[in-house]
């Protein structure tokens, strides 16, 4: 098939039709060529020479193996250890001062489970973990565990493997690089090391569908509302909300949106949201 090849109008709605029923992403219409270059990928993987044959092989794909791949053939995983610092420094600060204090004051248990919804490779996920294990001191006898979940298997087998390149760990301190990672200069690659690393586990989970897993005391959301219209992102925050304990957080990055699906939080600061 010609590289130069894009998707027929009529092809390119049906396709953002497909993602968008899946995964709950608007795919905004001057982004024909992009589409067009991400799902060429995948004829060429399966040998096809037409969208149109392509589209018919998704739609048969009884095992979701195709559906699999199509989904991290698609997905924007942009993400870097630490982004946006501000989101970091609340939770080692404000967060964990709440709740330690109301662990001293026995209003709650010492059990700390969070999740990174949508945490793509994982460094949100891994940032996090760093985040508890710098406080051990005040979180000493605590159960600690962060959550990492994406749609992309490709993103998440990354999230597993804990091996990042360079542009992942820039805005890493140095203090926090020789803390939480292993380098290994000829590879030119940073491995994420325990007691940080033990603390996260990653999987599957698509932000459309309800959450079976006991409460989490903080949900961390960050830039994948930002690919969703408003009913899909309606149904995903309302799915993170039914997932948080009383008096947990939700965490919104700030460019992410929604603000209008969280009246029934407090509002606490311009990103973190408080279940009553
Ligand atoms: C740009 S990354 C954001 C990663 C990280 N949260 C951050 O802020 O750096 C967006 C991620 O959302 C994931 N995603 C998109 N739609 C999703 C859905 N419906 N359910 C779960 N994950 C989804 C994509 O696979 C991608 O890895």
Redesign the pocket.
């Known amino acids: 098939m010609n590289g130069l090849i894009t998707l027929s109008p009529e092809q390119f709605a049906r396709f953002a039709t497909f993602i968008y029923e899946r995964?709950?992403?608007r795919t905004a219409d001057g982004k024909v060529m992009l589409l067009s270059n991400r799902i060429r990928r995948r004829l060429r993987a399966r040998g096809l020479d037409s969208f149109d044959a392509y589209y018919d092989l998704l739609l048969a794909d009884q095992e979701g193996d195709e559906l699999e791949a199509f989904?991290d053939a698609i997905?924007?995983?942009?993400?870097?250890f630490f982004?946006?610092s501000a989101h970091f420094d609340w939770v080692a600060g404000p967060f964990l001062d709440e709740l330690t204090a109301a662990a001293a004051g026995r209003r709650r248990d010492r059990t700390l489970r969070i999740w990174?919804?949508?945490?793509?490779?994982g460094?949100?996920a891994y940032s996090l973990a760093m985040c508890l294990t710098e406080q051990a001191g005040r979180l000493a006898g605590w159960r600690l565990s962060v959550l990492g979940?994406?749609?992309?298997g490709e993103?998440l087998a990354t999230a597993r493997a804990g091996t990042y390149g360079h542009r992942a760990v820039e805005a890493v301190s140095p203090e926090r690089l020789a803390r939480h990672f292993t380098a290994d200069p000829a590879a030119g690659t940073w491995k994420v090391r325990s007691p940080a690393a033990r603390l996260c586990e990653f999987r599957r989970?698509?932000?459309?569908d309800p959450m079976l897993e006991p409460p989490f005391s903080l949900i961390?959301?960050?830039?994948?509302l930002i690919?969703?219209d408003r009913e899909?992102k309606r149904l995903?925050l309302a799915n993170l909300i039914a997932a948080l304990e009383p008096g947990g957080y939700l965490l919104v990055?700030t460019t992410d949106g929604g603000s209008e699906h969280l009246s029934e939080l407090e509002r606490r600061s311009t990103f973190a949201y408080r279940k009553p």
Do not use: P
């Open positions: 995964t709950g992403i989904v997905t924007t995983n942009e993400t870097h982004r946006t990174s919804a949508a945490c793509s490779t460094e949100e979940t994406d749609l992309c993103a989970h698509n932000l459309l961390v959301v960050r830039n994948v690919y969703f899909s995903a990055g």
